[in-house]
C-alpha cells in the first residue's frame, strides 16, 4: 500500500482529495493530514509516508518553507504541490525544493489527480530499483576493495585510488567514514547485514561487513548525518556498546575519521593495527587508533634478548630463565608489534632453542615427541592474546628443562612468588598477595621472609630493580619511563632504590 499524507489548511480541499483516492480502490491510501505546515511536519517526523500532498499558501509555515525540511525527514518523498496562484516563480521554487508535481486548485481533477500519484508511484519502484542494485554493487565494491587491503594486494594509497577506479563508486561514504575491527572468539561470527541499521545505531547511514581469516569482522561504516566530532565519537560509543552485547568478542579496533570514500585504504589499515594491539591487551579491550604504537622491534634489543635467554638456559635454575622470559613478554607487550603472527613464530623458534640448549647441558639428546610438537604449534596459532601465548611457552618449557639445583620453597611461599612474577609491575602488596592465593598475610609474610631470607616488599623490591637494569641495558627508555612502568610515581625514590641495588 503506498501511503499519502496531506496538508492543506482547506478542509473541503482534504476532503475531496480523500474521497477521491478512497474511491479508486487502488493500492493509496490517505495515512494521515494536517491543516498547517507545523503540525504536518511533526507528524511526518514518525511516520513511514510515500507522497505528501502540500499546499503553498497556509498560515504559519508555507509549502515552499515546509518543502526543504520534508526531504530532510523523508529523502526520496513524491511531493505534489497545490496553490490557487499561478505566479511562475512559486512553480520555480516548488520545483527546485523537489516538489515533483505542481497543480492549480482551480483546475485539478480526479483523473489528473490519480494520473499522477500513479506517475509518481511508478517512479518510486523504479528508483527503489536502482538504489537495491547500487547497494548490492556498494556492498561488492567494499568487499573486494578491503580484501585486497587485508591480503595486503594493495600496499598504499595510490594502489588503492587506481584499484578503487576499476570498481562501481559507492553511492555512501560521503562523510564521517570510519571502520571498526572485531576479534571474535570463535568462527562462528555473526553476521549483521540483515539487522536493520538502525538497531545498531540511530546515527548509522550506511554499514558493509567484510568476514576476514574467519574470526575477524570488519565493518566499514558511516554517519554522514553529524557534524559535530563530539556528537560523532558519542555515537560510536553507542554504537560499540551494542556490538559488545550481542557479539562475542575478545577485543575490538576503531580507526579514524575520514570524510571520503578515497580513504577507504587508511581507515581499513588503522582499524588493523587498533585490533591487533588487543593481542597485548586484556579481554574485551576497545583500541582506537590514537592509542596504538605498533612500534618495529629493534631487531639489535631482540638478538640481545635471545641471547641473554639461551645464556640464562645454560647455566641457570628455572626460576631465573623465567623471570627472563617474563621480561622478554614484556618487552613485546610495550612495543606491540602488529604482525602477531611474526610475534608467534619468534617464540616458537625460541621455544626449540632453549630445548636444544637444555638437551646439550643433560647430554640427553630426547627430541620432544611429534605430537607435543603439533600440539604447541596448534596453542599458538589459536592465541588470542599474548597471554595464552606466554601461559604455552612456560608450560612447554617446564615439562622438558633441566633445573640447576632449584631452591624449594613451601607451596605458599612458591604461589606467592609466581603471584609476584606475574604483578610486579603492579605495586602489589603483601595482602593483595595473600588474598590471590588465600593465605593470611602476617603469616605468609612470616613464612616468606623464613624461606627466602627477605622481606616481601624487598623480594618484590629487588625483581623491579633486576627488570629496571634489564631495560636500562636493553631498551631506549629513559629512566623515568622506566620508573613509571615498574609503577614509581616519584622518580627520586626510585633513583634511590636503583642506585642502592646497582653498589651492592
Given at each position: 500500500?503506498?501511503?499519502i499524507?496531506?496538508?492543506?489548511?482547506?478542509?473541503?480541499?482534504?476532503?475531496?482529495?480523500r474521497?477521491?483516492?478512497?474511491?479508486?480502490?487502488?493500492?493509496?491510501?490517505?495515512?494521515g493530514?494536517?491543516?498547517?505546515?507545523?503540525?504536518?511536519?511533526?507528524a511526518?517526523?514518525?511516520?513511514?509516508?510515500?507522497?505528501?500532498i502540500l499546499?503553498?499558501?497556509?498560515?504559519g509555515?508555507?509549502?515552499?518553507e515546509?518543502?526543504?525540511?520534508?526531504?530532510?525527514?523523508?529523502?526520496?518523498?513524491g511531493?505534489?504541490?497545490l496553490?490557487?496562484?499561478?505566479e511562475?516563480?512559486?512553480?520555480?521554487?516548488?520545483?527546485?525544493?523537489?516538489a515533483?508535481?505542481?497543480?492549480?486548485?482551480?483546475?485539478?481533477t480526479?483523473?489528473?489527480?490519480?494520473?499522477?500519484?500513479?506517475?509518481?508511484?511508478?517512479?518510486?519502484?523504479?528508483?527503489?530499483?536502482?538504489?537495491?542494485?547500487?547497494?548490492?554493487?556498494?556492498?561488492?565494491?567494499?568487499?573486494?576493495?578491503?580484501?585486497?587491503?587485508?591480503r595486503?594486494?594493495?600496499t598504499?594509497?595510490?594502489?588503492?585510488?587506481?584499484?578503487?577506479n576499476?570498481?562501481?563508486?559507492?553511492l555512501?561514504?560521503t562523510?564521517?567514514?570510519?571502520?571498526?575491527g572485531?576479534?571474535?572468539?570463535?568462527?562462528?561470527?555473526?553476521?549483521?547485514?540483515?539487522?536493520p541499521?538502525?538497531?545498531?545505531?540511530?546515527?548509522?547511514?550506511?554499514?558493509?561487513?567484510?568476514?576476514?581469516?574467519?574470526?575477524?569482522?570488519f565493518?566499514?561504516?558511516?554517519?554522514?548525518?553529524?557534524?559535530?566530532?563530539?556528537?560523532?565519537?558519542h555515537?560510536?560509543?553507542?554504537m560499540?556498546?551494542?556490538?559488545c552485547?550481542?557479539?562475542?568478542?575478545?577485543?575490538?579496533?576503531?580507526s579514524?575519521?575520514?570524510?571520503s570514500?578515497?580513504?577507504?585504504?587508511?581507515?581499513?589499515?588503522?582499524?588493523?593495527?587498533?585490533?591487533?594491539?588487543?593481542?597485548?591487551?586484556?579481554p574485551?579491550?576497545?583500541?582506537?587508533i590514537?592509542e596504538?604504537?605498533?612500534?618495529?622491534?629493534?631487531?639489535?634489543?631482540?638478538?640481545?634478548?635471545?641471547?641473554?635467554?639461551?645464556?640464562?638456559?645454560?647455566?641457570?635454575p628455572?626460576?631465573?630463565?623465567?623471570?627472563?622470559?617474563?621480561?622478554?613478554?614484556?618487552y613485546?607487550?610495550?612495543?606491540r608489534?602488529?604482525?602477531?603472527?611474526?610475534?608467534?613464530?619468534?617464540?616458537?623458534?625460541?621455544?626449540?632453542?632453549?630445548?636444544?640448549?637444555?638437551?646439550?647441558?643433560?647430554?640427553?639428546?630426547?627430541?620432544?615427541d611429534?605430537?607435543?610438537?603439533?600440539?604447541?604449534r596448534?596453542r599458538l596459532?589459536?592465541?588470542?592474546?599474548?597471554?595464552?601465548?606466554?601461559?604455552?611457552v612456560?608450560e612447554?618449557i617446564?615439562?622438558?628443562?633441566?633445573?640447576?639445583?632449584p631452591?624449594?620453597?613451601?607451596?605458599?611461599?612458591?604461589?606467592?612468588?609466581?603471584?609476584?612474577?606475574?604483578?610486579?609491575?603492579?605495586?602489589?602488596?603483601?595482602?593483595e598477595?595473600?588474598?590471590?592465593?588465600?593465605?593470611?598475610?602476617?603469616?605468609?609474610?612470616?613464612?616468606?621472609?623464613?624461606?627466602?631470607?627477605?622481606?616481601?616488599?624487598?623480594?618484590v623490591t629487588?625483581?623491579?630493580?633486576?627488570?629496571?637494569?634489564?631495560?636500562?641495558?636493553?631498551?631506549n627508555?629513559?629512566?623515568?619511563?622506566?620508573?613509571?612502568?615498574?609503577?614509581?610515581?616519584?622518580?627520586?625514590?626510585?633513583?634511590?632504590?636503583?642506585?642502592?641495588?646497582?653498589?651492592?
Amino acid at each position: 500500500m503506498i501511503k499519502i499524507f496531506i496538508i492543506d489548511d482547506e478542509i473541503p480541499i482534504r476532503q475531496w482529495i480523500r474521497f477521491c483516492i478512497e474511491r479508486s480502490g487502488s493500492c493509496f491510501q490517505v495515512a494521515g493530514e494536517a491543516s498547517n505546515g507545523e503540525a504536518g511536519l511533526k507528524a511526518l517526523e514518525n511516520m513511514d509516508i510515500d507522497i505528501v500532498i502540500l499546499d503553498i499558501m497556509m498560515p504559519g509555515l508555507n509549502g515552499l518553507e515546509v518543502l526543504p525540511k520534508l526531504s530532510q525527514i523523508h529523502p526520496g518523498l513524491g511531493i505534489i504541490m497545490l496553490t490557487n496562484f499561478a505566479e511562475f516563480e512559486y512553480i520555480q521554487k516548488a520545483v527546485r525544493n523537489g516538489a515533483r508535481e505542481y497543480f492549480l486548485k482551480s483546475e485539478i481533477t480526479e483523473e489528473s489527480l490519480m494520473a499522477c500519484l500513479n506517475k509518481i508511484a511508478a517512479s518510486q519502484k523504479q528508483n527503489s530499483l536502482l538504489l537495491n542494485l547500487s547497494s548490492e554493487a556498494e556492498s561488492q565494491t567494499v568487499r573486494l576493495l578491503c580484501e585486497q587491503i587485508l591480503r595486503h594486494t594493495i600496499t598504499s594509497q595510490k594502489q588503492f585510488l587506481e584499484t578503487a577506479n576499476k570498481y562501481p563508486r559507492p553511492l555512501s561514504y560521503t562523510k564521517n567514514l570510519f571502520v571498526v575491527g572485531i576479534r571474535c572468539l570463535s568462527e562462528d561470527i555473526v553476521h549483521l547485514d540483515p539487522i536493520p541499521l538502525s538497531d545498531i545505531s540511530e546515527h548509522l547511514t550506511a554499514m558493509h561487513s567484510v568476514v576476514y581469516n574467519k574470526t575477524d569482522l570488519f565493518l566499514v561504516c558511516e554517519m554522514n548525518k553529524l557534524t559535530s566530532q563530539l556528537m560523532i565519537f558519542h555515537s560510536i560509543a553507542g554504537m560499540l556498546r551494542w556490538l559488545c552485547s550481542h557479539i562475542s568478542y575478545a577485543y575490538l579496533g576503531i580507526s579514524n575519521i575520514y570524510q571520503s570514500f578515497s580513504d577507504l585504504y587508511h581507515g581499513l589499515s588503522e582499524a588493523l593495527i587498533s585490533l591487533n594491539s588487543g593481542f597485548y591487551k586484556k579481554p574485551a579491550s576497545i583500541t582506537y587508533i590514537y592509542e596504538t604504537k605498533d612500534e618495529t622491534l629493534d631487531p639489535n634489543i631482540l638478538n640481545s634478548c635471545s641471547r641473554d635467554i639461551l645464556n640464562i638456559a645454560k647455566t641457570c635454575p628455572f626460576e631465573e630463565l623465567e623471570k627472563g622470559l617474563y621480561q622478554l613478554f614484556d618487552y613485546f607487550r610495550s612495543s606491540r608489534p602488529s604482525d602477531i603472527q611474526s610475534v608467534k613464530d619468534y617464540f616458537l623458534e625460541l621455544v626449540y632453542l632453549i630445548h636444544s640448549v637444555t638437551m646439550s647441558n643433560s647430554l640427553q639428546f630426547q627430541f620432544l615427541d611429534k605430537s607435543v610438537h603439533t600440539e604447541f604449534r596448534k596453542r599458538l596459532s589459536e592465541s588470542i592474546y599474548l597471554d595464552d601465548v606466554q601461559k604455552a611457552v612456560l608450560e612447554l618449557i617446564g615439562r622438558f628443562y633441566v633445573p640447576q639445583n632449584p631452591v624449594k620453597f613451601s607451596m605458599p611461599v612458591t604461589d606467592a612468588i609466581s603471584y609476584i612474577k606475574g604483578h610486579y609491575c603492579e605495586n602489589i602488596t603483601l595482602k593483595e598477595t595473600a588474598d590471590a592465593i588465600h593465605m593470611n598475610a602476617d603469616y605468609l609474610g612470616r613464612l616468606f621472609k623464613k624461606e627466602t631470607g627477605i622481606s616481601f616488599n624487598a623480594y618484590v623490591t629487588n625483581m623491579k630493580m633486576e627488570y629496571a637494569s634489564y631495560l636500562i641495558s636493553n631498551t631506549n627508555l629513559k629512566k623515568y619511563e622506566i620508573a613509571e612502568k615498574l609503577g614509581f610515581t616519584n622518580f627520586s625514590y626510585f633513583s634511590r632504590l636503583y642506585s642502592a641495588y646497582k653498589s651492592r
